[in-house]
């Protein structure tokens, strides 16, 4: 065998492509690709620059964020147990409007600290300046898909100039910091969008051969006006016949999700967000009979609070089992596909990443299992679902390059991307 | 003023008492007590045998878990993912019925543990072989408010012996551990212990003074059973008049809620449990109406999976949220509220813990807020109630004692309690 970059041993290993997992086996990864995953040989030993002990460890694939609006990091906390309404027109939008690429770029670092910290490897993100977003993701070494937002709220002149925008970043940073970041059209949803400006999007993307990132259902509010449910009214225009990434997905009937099936739109459940605005219970039993792909998302940490993928798996499966009544329901090893293979289907990225597998790309998660609230270990997915946190990773790899180790972040200085974003949240809002 | 033990300078102090916080404040303690609480006057420095800085941290009264059966941490992850009589007839049962006491105090030692390192400084517990929780809490150096169980099964005989255990027990263990245990009768439920048993239970813990902690309402079955409210069957007992600590309430009526406010019984609200087993929702926000002093517990570590109350506090008001359809029910002071003072009076230790008090014992928890997720600091409370997790938690100080400094556990050999635990877990499986 050649020489490895990197070679984790004596690790238990959970692959994703099967339920049993790998016991004290080996990942080999060279130029940012896993080239050997199993019990290697005793005679074949594997020769690496970088050797890592797995004992007491379990690896996982890095864990997909499918939809965030990672520099609200700066609101977290900002506006409180308000409702919707309140908290976008009195908080949240002054100070968006405020926001200057600058801030985004501050609050986005300190958003990317965070997802390295709780085991995060990949997120779909849309917001402004995503060109701040972009190169953060460069930076600190992580994966994303990520969408400049678009909107008109009722100026054609302004949806036309945001749309501009999205092209734009999409042809400048579709495969920037080597290929790990990659683009989607964002309009930002049906409601906020008209008619003429989404179809402008559909034939873009199109053209452009990317997919569209966009707020689906999270209230009832667009179908009580238009009597037609905003699934009905994006497959009319022709949007889900692009690869489509469906944030929240709450008010569906079973036509909608039939739709979505057709469609192969991608669904992201974002179940502590839903929960803290009061927004709705995703049917994700449902969508998953329709044959639906749901992955799992945080949301903006203003209404979360935490990037935490480690939290949002546990509420993901807890609000599914009240709201159904069946404790049956997504199970464990369900939940971690949801955050992984799942999201990596989502965001268009199935080949490279989301399982640990020979030929794909080395995102890796190891998880530390020697805490107490880990202990015994009876069953795996039950602990990484129901009981890890994010402060359990103890070392995160991303296309082969080593992002943490034993919690010691490589690419960022931590201490100065918190301090850097406090004094901005700050500055924000004294301006 | 008089030299204190313990003093902690330059830090966030959350009373909870009022809601503003001292801001660079100090807490002295002395004897076990808290002595200062504020900010010194510049003049009259205190000294100490032992300083602690608190910057970058807050101080809270330390946690309290009002509802748990904490040597289950052993079971934990052992049967995931069921219904609950599947969960409890095929897996629980079989296992508690093998259960020495030896094995308890193991589970128990774990379970102290991990609360301590998750910043719980006070728990109620329901279980068998009781006396070996309270020796694991005398170790630990935590408080804890103890009950031996008590059902019958059809078997008055067995009842009878239950009974007499669990008065043994608040005859051995009240005031035990220098009076950070106290004790109280454990009849298990309405639907467990006939009528004739709990009149029993009833005269006991009048004559011995003591209050009676029960699981109540956490399924439909007794009400469909005996046209009957558990709330309504344990009141024309007289159970009620005694000092209740009354676990889930998730079935209750308006009628019920009126009894259990007129009779002033503590209602544990117990999302996570509730949520993975789909037990039900409590109503809190009916509950509080009527006057009810509600606080949280996490319940045992096999349907939670574990034993952190902040995570505990922000399902409890996310679910509350989702269930009433609206943001701003529970806002963030009032579910610390919930997890500190309303535990406190619930438990009868409000002359003594749930706030930090000149006078109360010094039980007090300093979280560090240096952390990617808990940055920006725009509210203290949100931030406690969504952003924190256990391991934010630094230092732990109980009855006067410091039980963890800077994430170092005192009193427990940490990986000696975590390796007999998985032990004993593996040899209960293959008993």
Same mark, same amino acid.
């Given at each position: 065998?050649e020489k490895?970059?990197?070679l984790?041993?004596?690790?238990?290993?959970?692959?994703?492509?099967?339920?049993r997992p790998i016991?004290?086996g080996?990942i080999a990864?060279?130029d940012g690709?896993?080239?050997?995953?199993g019990?290697?040989?005793k005679?074949?030993?594997?020769?690496?620059?970088k050797?890592?002990d797995g004992?007491?460890?379990?690896?996982i694939p890095g864990?997909?964020?499918?939809?965030t609006?990672?520099?609200?990091?700066l609101?977290r906390?900002i506006?409180e147990d308000?409702p919707?309404?309140?908290w976008?027109?009195e908080?949240?939008?002054?100070l968006?409007?405020k926001?200057?690429?600058e801030?985004t770029?501050?609050?986005?670092l300190?958003?990317?600290l965070e997802?390295?910290?709780?085991g995060t490897?990949?997120?779909?993100?849309?917001?402004?300046?995503?060109?701040?977003v972009?190169?953060a993701?460069?930076?600190s070494g992580?994966?994303?898909?990520?969408?400049e937002g678009?909107?008109?709220?009722?100026?054609?002149?302004?949806?036309?100039?945001m749309l501009?925008k999205?092209?734009d970043?999409?042809?400048?940073?579709?495969?920037y910091?080597?290929?790990?970041v990659?683009?989607?059209?964002?309009?930002?949803?049906?409601y906020s969008?008209g008619?003429k400006l989404?179809?402008?999007?559909?034939?873009?993307a199109?053209?452009?051969?990317v997919g569209?990132h966009?707020?689906?259902?999270?209230?009832?509010?667009f179908?009580q006006?238009?009597?037609?449910?905003e699934?009905?009214f994006l497959?009319k225009?022709?949007i889900?016949?692009?690869?489509?990434?469906?944030?929240?997905?709450l008010?569906l009937?079973?036509?909608d999700? %039939?739709i979505?099936?057709e469609?192969k @739109?991608?669904? &992201?459940?974002?179940?502590?967000s839903n929960m803290?605005?009061?927004? $709705?219970?995703?049917?994700?039993?449902d969508?998953?009979?329709?044959?639906?792909?749901?992955?799992l998302?945080?949301?903006g940490?203003?209404s979360n609070n935490?990037?935490?993928?480690?939290?949002t798996?546990?509420?993901?499966?807890?609000?599914q089992?009240?709201?159904?009544?069946d404790?049956?329901?997504l199970p464990?090893?369900?939940v971690?596909?949801?955050?992984?293979?799942?999201?990596a289907?989502?965001?268009?990225?199935s080949?490279?990443?989301?399982?640990?597998?020979?030929?794909k790309r080395?995102?890796i998660v190891?998880?530390d299992l020697?805490?107490?609230?880990?202990t015994?270990? %009876?069953?795996?997915?039950a602990?990484? @679902?129901?009981? &890890?946190?994010?402060?359990?990773?103890d070392?995160v790899?991303?296309? $082969?390059?080593?992002?943490?180790?034993h919690?010691q972040v490589?690419?960022?200085?931590?201490?100065?991307?918190?301090?850097?974003?406090e004094k901005?949240?700050?500055?924000?809002?004294?301006?």
């Amino acid at each position: 065998m050649e020489k490895a970059d990197i070679l984790i041993e004596n690790c238990m290993i959970l692959p994703m492509t099967r339920k049993r997992p790998i016991d004290k086996g080996s990942i080999a990864v060279k130029d940012g690709k896993i080239i050997f995953v199993g019990k290697p040989a005793k005679t074949a030993k594997i020769r690496a620059e970088k050797k890592m002990d797995g004992k007491g460890k379990v690896a996982i694939p890095g864990l997909i964020n499918a939809h965030t609006h990672v520099s609200m990091t700066l609101f977290r906390g900002i506006a409180e147990d308000k409702p919707l309404n309140t908290w976008l027109k009195e908080t949240i939008w002054p100070l968006e409007a405020k926001l200057k690429p600058e801030d985004t770029y501050k609050g986005a670092l300190l958003g990317c600290l965070e997802m390295i910290k709780s085991g995060t490897t990949c997120f779909a993100d849309m917001y402004f300046s995503e060109e701040m977003v972009a190169k953060a993701v460069e930076q600190s070494g992580l994966r994303a898909v990520l969408a400049e937002g678009i909107f008109e709220a009722g100026s054609s002149f302004l949806g036309e100039k945001m749309l501009r925008k999205s092209v734009d970043f999409v042809r400048k940073f579709d495969g920037y910091a080597n290929g790990r970041v990659t683009a989607l059209l964002g309009p930002h949803a049906a409601y906020s969008c008209g008619e003429k400006l989404l179809k402008k999007i559909c034939c873009e993307a199109s053209r452009l051969g990317v997919g569209i990132h966009i707020h689906l259902a999270e209230s009832e509010e667009f179908k009580q006006k238009y009597r037609l449910s905003e699934v009905e009214f994006l497959d009319k225009i022709g949007i889900l016949e692009r690869h489509v990434l469906a944030a929240h997905c709450l008010y569906l009937s079973e036509n909608d999700m %039939h739709i979505l099936s057709e469609r192969k @739109v991608n669904a &992201v459940y974002v179940p502590v967000s839903n929960m803290k605005l009061a927004s $709705g219970t995703a049917k994700v039993k449902d969508l998953m009979r329709f044959g639906v792909n749901v992955c799992l998302g945080t949301d903006g940490p203003a209404s979360n609070n935490t990037l935490d993928m480690f939290e949002t798996m546990k509420m993901a499966t807890l609000l599914q089992k009240i709201a159904y009544g069946d404790p049956t329901v997504l199970p464990a090893y369900k939940v971690l596909e949801m955050a992984t293979i799942n999201g990596a289907k989502a965001l268009g990225l199935s080949e490279k990443i989301g399982t640990i597998e020979e030929g794909k790309r080395a995102d890796i998660v190891l998880v530390d299992l020697l805490r107490p609230h880990l202990t015994p270990l %009876h069953d795996i997915y039950a602990s990484l @679902v129901y009981s &890890v946190r994010g402060s359990d990773v103890d070392t995160v790899i991303v296309d $082969g390059k080593i992002l943490m180790e034993h919690r010691q972040v490589k690419f960022l200085d931590e201490d100065a991307v918190m301090e850097k974003a406090e004094k901005t949240a700050l500055n924000l809002l004294s301006r």
